[in-house]
């Protein structure tokens, strides 16, 4: 976990999990773990299968607690039979699997280098990069808490809003809190 300064309601803290996520996946590119792709708003996955999930969360003015937990060398499937073919681990992608305190240092590295434009403003480096790794086009299903619409996952927008472009063509812009959760569709 990370303690990030942002101010509530502002851009940069509706931006903070897609930073995150791009920062957990530049540290682990750096480390020469590939197929890297996001889920929105707080999955990193190695192809179809979950490597690392993002929870922020915000319990005083001015700062969030990023948490960020990577499967390093645990056995998910073990605790949950479901999760078999759904799960990534590092150990499995990376021989050896790096130190815990390495690995953490690296992406906390990562994120403040992303945060830091980001947080004055600058879009610029983000946005393109985020379109990359959301494997765009995307057929999904959003749960939008009951609501269920479907369309094609067209990337986010700079206010940091996931676009969802319907069958006529039609673009919609979600806050992140309003997405419950993202399904990919076949």
Partial sequence: SAVVPV??????????PLVTGVAVCDALQARGVDS??????????????????????QFQPGRAVVGIGVNV???????DPDLKGHVAR????????PPLATLAAEILTALKALWLPVQAGDLAGLLPRLDVLWALPRRVMLDLDGAALTGEFAGVDAAGRLQLRDADGHIQAFEPQA????????
């Fill in 36 to 57: 890297l792709r996001l889920r929105w708003p707080n999955d990193v996955l190695v192809g179809e299968r979950k490597l690392a999930g993002l929870l922020i969360d």
């Fill in 90 to 97: 590092l150990a499995d992608l990376l021989t050896p699997a």
């Fill in 179 to 186: 997405v419950r959760r993202l399904r990919d569709l076949p």
């Fill in 73 to 79: 060398t645990n056995h998910p499937e073990a605790c």
């Fill in 7 to 16: 101010e509530t309601n502002s851009p940069a803290w509706r931006l903070l």
